[in-house]
């Protein structure tokens, strides 16, 4: 059996919500058992839970805090949704599974957190930001509809998951994928050692990769609604390392 970690709101299959057990549901499909880890900035107890998992998943949901990559709350966000410790624990977990080679997969506030958690900094509010279009970033339901198109960047994991190594060699096309898009917060800065893969098409950053490890990939958009996004949790698998 492949394990892998699922980071949440809570630690009990009952209190999941729909959009949680979304995430669930596509993993056990790609023949994955997702292992629920609770919020805890305690490093002996975030050690014991990593030590038994295969791969992670870093899923979507609120803000990370300014504080975490240097900036102040600005006074302008009309939206700032924080949770101290979960930032505390999933911070740790990102950081601790690049040091690992563990395969990770960041969704939307996952991709941001695997940021950070490497020293890059995010555009706080998306909204406001001089690239973007408000409107395309905050997509009501249903979330199984794409509104954005984004720009695979050639010689990257992602492209390579998504297209196929073989369409590399391919020349003059511009490789797209249509997706959804809710988010708040964006890639500013990547970390030093990642590398943006997916570029929205006006100009926000749509994923980030570690072309040094196993599979270190964050995609800023929801690919656990799309059909067209599940050879990435499959590349999840088939990354993941287990014993036989």
Known sequence: ????????????FSDLTDSERVYLDVLKRCN???????????????EAQIARLD???????????????????????????????RDLCELQLARRAHQMDLPTLGICRGCQVMNVSLGGTLISDVSTHHRSHSSTH??????????????????TRLFD??????????DDIDWVINTNSMHHQAIEHPASGLFVNAIA????YEGLEDPDRTFYIGVQWHPEYLPN???????LRDACHTEV
């Open 201 to 204: 098409s006006d100009g926000v």
């Open 138 to 155: 905050q997509q009501n339901k249903p979330y199984n509809v794409a509104v954005q198109t984004v720009h695979i960047q050639p010689e």
């Open 229 to 235: 996004c599940l050879p990435l949790f499959e590349a």
């Open 55 to 85: 791969g992670l998943v870093l899923i979507g949901g609120g803000d990370v805090h300014p504080c975490h990559y240097g900036r102040l709350i600005e006074d302008d966000i009309e939206y700032m949704d924080f949770n101290r410790d």
């Open 1 to 12: 059996m492949i394990f892998v970690g699922v980071t949440t709101h809570t630690t009990s």
């Open 32 to 46: 994955m058992t997702p292992v629920l880890l609770k919020n805890t900035a305690d490093f002996v107890d975030l």
């Open 161 to 170: 998951i998504l297209f196929g190594p073989q369409a590399r060699h391919i």
